[in-house]
T-cell receptor
Framework: KQEVTQIPAALSVPEGENLVLNCSFT??????LQWFRQDPGKGLTSLLL?????REQTSGRLNASLDKSSGRSTLYIAASQPGDSATYLC?????????FGKGTSLLVTP | DGGITQSPKYLFRKEGQNVTLSCEQN?????MYWYRQDPGQGLRLIYY???????QKGDIAEGYSVSREKKESFPLTVTSAQKNPTAFYLC??????????????FGDGTRLSIL
């Protein structure tokens, strides 16, 4: 069974810092990897999707990389802002549904 | 605007009662999903449906039931057999199911508690 792990579980940084969130998965036979953002009491918002044949995807200040052979992905957030404070979830599609990590709770302080 | 609507936002269940959570989408997506989220845990899959009139059990289907009579709708019933139903329930959809490379879209969730 696919296991997805996210490190760290929580992170607090001052505004303006660049930061990296990590995701690892146990089975490299994946179709894609998706990064989501979740605000308190809300649903998930899709940030980036990386297909298994791709190495990275970028959207604004966000960059996600994928190393399928080693079972790792990183989400890089440039010039963090207080509005980036949320929980970030990594999920892999290796069958008919997504397998999620437990998330990284990010707090960006002014 | 296209999206997924979940209702109600908050729901309370009495002992021995079945309750139904609504999920409607106007994205013209074939596949729909139900997840359960507990504090400190990742999302866990309850049921999924790749097409109308067909659905499959996920990892934690016991105590739950679903139907998929219309493409737009995928209601979840939490039965009295589910002994620990308190959780945040999320409905999602995507274009063609797990083998596509399209992102999943999520509703805003229903928070279920026991009275």
């Amino acid at each position: 069974k696919q296991e997805v792990t996210q490190i760290p579980a929580a992170l607090s940084v001052p505004e303006g810092e660049n930061l990296v969130l990590n995701c690892s998965f146990t089975d490299s036979a994946i179709y894609n990897l998706q990064w989501f953002r979740q605000d308190p009491g809300k649903g998930l918002t899709s940030l980036l999707l990386i297909q298994s044949s791709q190495r990275e995807q970028t959207s604004g200040r966000l960059n996600a990389s994928l190393d399928k052979s080693s079972g790792r992905s990183t989400l890089y957030i440039a010039a963090s802002q207080p509005g980036d404070s949320a929980t970030y979830l990594c999920a892999v599609m290796s069958g008919y549904a997504l397998n999620f990590g437990k998330g990284t709770s990010l707090l960006v302080t002014p | 605007d296209g999206g997924i609507t979940q209702s109600p936002k908050y729901l309370f269940r009495k002992e021995g009662q079945n309750v139904t959570l609504s999920c409607e989408q106007n994205l013209n997506h074939d596949a729909m999903y139900w997840y359960r989220q507990d504090p400190g845990q990742g999302l866990r899959l309850i049921y999924y449906s790749q097409i109308v009139n067909d659905f499959q059990k996920g990892d934690i289907a016991e105590g739950y039931s679903v139907s998929r009579e219309k493409k737009e709708s995928f209601p979840l019933t939490v039965t009295s057999a589910q002994k620990n139903p308190t959780a945040f329930y999320l409905c999602a959809s995507d274009l063609t199911g797990g083998l596509s490379n399209q992102p999943q879209h999520f509703g805003d969730g229903t928070r279920l508690s026991i009275l």
